[in-house]
């Protein structure tokens, strides 16, 4: 008798661990989008406005110019993406990518127009580099959990996740930086929200 309770006890903490990852991993992010009250300004110095936005599938990635390691093997990533989705006639009409810096002191518009030379990406291609107050930021970025933090160096420790937004502005998948970003896995994420 003794056993079949321990067989339940043990059951039931199974199926609470499993809803606690599924809750961790896709109910919590539910409905998260992009606040809609926030401006930024382009490398072009353009508005950039959230609330403006054309329906349209975004990528999103929280990054700063003079990362070491995760942000930019994570653009060169998507560099390789975006040609993919242009062969494919995707990129700018219907996928756009939108990168902001967490850095914006350091992040110029002339920091980030450098940076974006080094990948050889363009203004206005459909791949939209964003910087605005350091307030703005925090709150682009709370929403999705990011976290970020100057400790004091040149180097800014932040969450390595990038944001897959649906037409609808709505988050529906996320993705590692670095290493972990896997080009054939985001490819097909992203084709499968295109209407």
């Not at 990129?91 to 990948?119: C, H, Q, W």
């Not at 307030?135 to 390595?160: Q, Y």
Request: charged share 30%; hydrophobic share 35%.
């Amino acid at each position: 008798m003794k056993k079949k309770y321990y067989a339940l006890f043990a059951a039931i903490i199974a199926i609470g661990i499993g809803l606690g990852i599924m809750y961790i991993e896709f109910w919590r992010d539910a409905g998260i989008e992009l606040p809609e009250d926030v401006t930024m300004e382009t490398v072009s110095g353009e508005s950039y406005s959230f609330q403006d936005m054309e329906p349209k599938v975004r990528l999103v990635e929280f990054f700063y110019a003079k990362c070491p390691d995760v942000c930019p093997l994570t653009t060169q990533r998507m560099m390789h993406l975006k040609k993919q989705f242009e062969k494919d006639g995707l990129f700018k009409d219907n996928i756009e990518f939108v990168s902001i810096t967490i850095d914006p002191e350091n992040d110029t518009r002339e920091a980030l127009t450098g940076y974006m030379e080094r990948y050889g990406i363009k203004p206005n291609d459909g791949w939209t580099f964003l910087r605005g107050s350091l307030e703005d930021t925090e709150k682009v970025a709370e929403p999705f959990r990011l976290l970020f933090n100057d400790v004091g160096t040149d180097f800014i420790t932040h969450t390595s996740y990038s944001y897959l937004l649906n037409e609808d502005n709505q988050l529906v998948d996320k993705f590692p930086m670095g290493e972990d970003f896997d080009k054939e896995e985001v490819y097909s994420s992203i084709t499968s929200k295109i209407d």
